[in-house]
């Protein structure tokens, strides 16, 4: 069955500065894999998504994730924090390739940046 | 992409009442999900619900409790029934594209008393 693990429930980071939230996966088959950010008193929102080409993902917002199969890992990453980016972040995996209908979130980690 | 309404945005409930959330999109979808996010927490997977079946519920949620309906390719609702201060959370649902990727609705924060 698959899995998510997020580590670090709390992220602080100062404006300007790498982005850096890890996620390490579990997954019987390829895994179709994603990051969702939520703000404030909304739903959810798609940042990206590996879905087996590229192993360096693209996103909006300036973020982007790399998917490493040998360390299970689809950490996602900015180069320069904005305050605009202060959120909760929530890795994902799919479990369609497993003839599955469900995505599993972890547990999210929530984004603070400082001035 | 798809656009999802959910109504009500926030409710207030008195212990032992039910509440009705809706979900509407935008387009013609197969699958809609439910979902509850606690306070703090992830989200938790209620249920799956498919046009003109019955909705498939995870494990630790029952159809008495969360009845779904799902009368078309674009509505669904559902029922908290008989709620209790416990069941006081955040309710969103999604639709599913053909990458496999969720859109969701701005979610539903339901508070009982």
């Known amino acids: 069955a698959q899995s998510v693990t997020q580590l670090g429930s709390h992220v602080s980071v100062s404006e300007g500065a790498l982005v850096l939230l890890r996620c390490n996966y579990s997954s019987s088959v390829p895994p179709y894999l994603f990051w969702y950010v939520q703000y404030p008193n909304q739903g959810l929102q798609l940042l990206l998504k590996?879905?087996?080409?590229?192993?360096l993902v693209k996103g909006i917002n300036g973020f982007e994730a790399e998917f490493k199969k040998s360390e299970t890992s689809f950490h996602l990453t900015k180069p320069s924090a904005h305050m605009s980016d202060a959120a909760e972040y929530f890795c994902?995996?799919?479990?369609?390739?497993?003839?599955?209908?469900?995505?599993?979130f972890g547990a999210g980690t929530r984004l603070f940046v400082k001035a | 992409s798809a656009v999802i309404s959910q109504k009500p945005s926030r409710d207030i409930c008195q212990r032992g009442t039910s509440l009705t959330i809706q979900c509407q999109v935008d387009?013609?979808?197969?699958?809609m999900f439910w979902y509850r996010q606690q306070p703090g927490q992830s989200l938790t997977l209620i249920a799956t619900?498919?046009?003109?079946?019955?909705?498939?519920?995870e494990s630790g949620f029952v159809i008495d409790k969360f009845p779904i309906s799902r009368p078309n390719l674009t509505f669904s609702t559902l029922t908290v029934s008989n709620m209790s201060p416990e069941d006081s959370s955040i309710y969103l649902c999604s639709v599913e594209s053909l990458a496999y990727e969720q859109f969701f609705g701005p979610g539903t924060r339901l508070t009982v008393l």
């Open positions: 590996y879905t087996s080409a590229a192993t």
């Open positions: 619900a498919n046009q003109g079946s019955e909705a498939t519920y």
């Open positions: 994902a995996v799919s479990d369609r390739r497993s003839g599955g209908f469900k995505t599993i």
């Open positions: 387009s013609q979808v197969t699958m």
